[in-house]
């Protein structure tokens, strides 16, 4: 991982100030990518029928996948000073994306970029700035784990 001691605490502290709120601020996430994104949609069967960004935040599948990618990532801010448990959350994931439910990973970035987004907009700029490499981080390792999937 090319994450320093001071850039894995500043990201952390960064991810903390989206975490407090993760079903809220994991909904919006998906809110937006899917109205900005709509093909995104697509891979859930279940959210398909719904067309306006109110339904969809009122929507408790759209929640608790919402707070599920949060509580994924969480995972992996957690043991970014440690590569082995880092990969040990990113890989199965990686997997079970590529093989299981076959989404693009184009998709990986559109959400990092949409949460990067979402923390300069509630937190300022200096926010984003600590928590880009994170997601550069997870973004390759995903893209890295597809190609040994054969994508």
Same mark, same amino acid.
């Given at each position: 991982m090319?994450?320093?001691e001071?850039?894995?605490?500043?990201?952390?502290?960064?991810?903390?100030?989206?975490?407090?709120?993760?079903?809220?601020?994991?909904?919006?996430v998906?809110?937006?990518?899917?109205?900005?994104?709509?093909?995104?949609k697509?891979y859930?069967?279940?959210?398909?029928?719904?067309?306006?960004?109110?339904?969809?935040k009122?929507s408790?599948?759209?929640?608790?996948?919402?707070?599920?990618?949060?509580?994924? =990532?969480?995972?992996?801010?957690?043991?970014?000073d440690?590569? #082995?448990a %880092?990969? +040990?959350?990113?890989t199965?994931?990686?997997? &079970?994306?590529?093989?299981?439910?076959?989404?693009?990973?184009k998709?990986?970035? =559109?959400?990092?970029?949409?949460?990067?987004?979402?923390?300069? #907009?509630? %937190?300022? +700029?200096?926010?984003?700035?600590?928590f880009? &490499?994170?997601?550069?981080?997870?973004?390759?390792?995903?893209?890295?784990?597809?190609?040994?999937?054969?994508?």
């Amino acid at each position: 991982m090319s994450l320093s001691e001071a850039e894995v605490q500043s990201a952390r502290g960064a991810w903390e100030k989206m975490y407090v709120d993760a079903e809220d601020n994991g909904t919006a996430v998906l809110v937006r990518m899917f109205t900005e994104h709509p093909d995104t949609k697509s891979y859930f069967t279940h959210f398909k029928g719904m067309d306006s960004a109110e339904e969809m935040k009122q929507s408790d599948q759209v929640r608790g996948h919402g707070k599920k990618v949060f509580s994924a =990532i969480n995972d992996m801010v957690q043991h970014l000073d440690n590569s #082995e448990a %880092f990969l +040990g959350i990113v890989t199965p994931l990686g997997k &079970k994306h590529a093989t299981q439910l076959k989404i693009d990973p184009k998709n990986f970035r =559109i959400i990092c970029d949409i949460i990067l987004q979402l923390m300069e #907009e509630k %937190f300022g +700029g200096d926010c984003k700035a600590s928590f880009e &490499k994170v997601t550069n981080e997870i973004c390759t390792h995903l893209n890295n784990i597809y190609k040994e999937e054969g994508w």
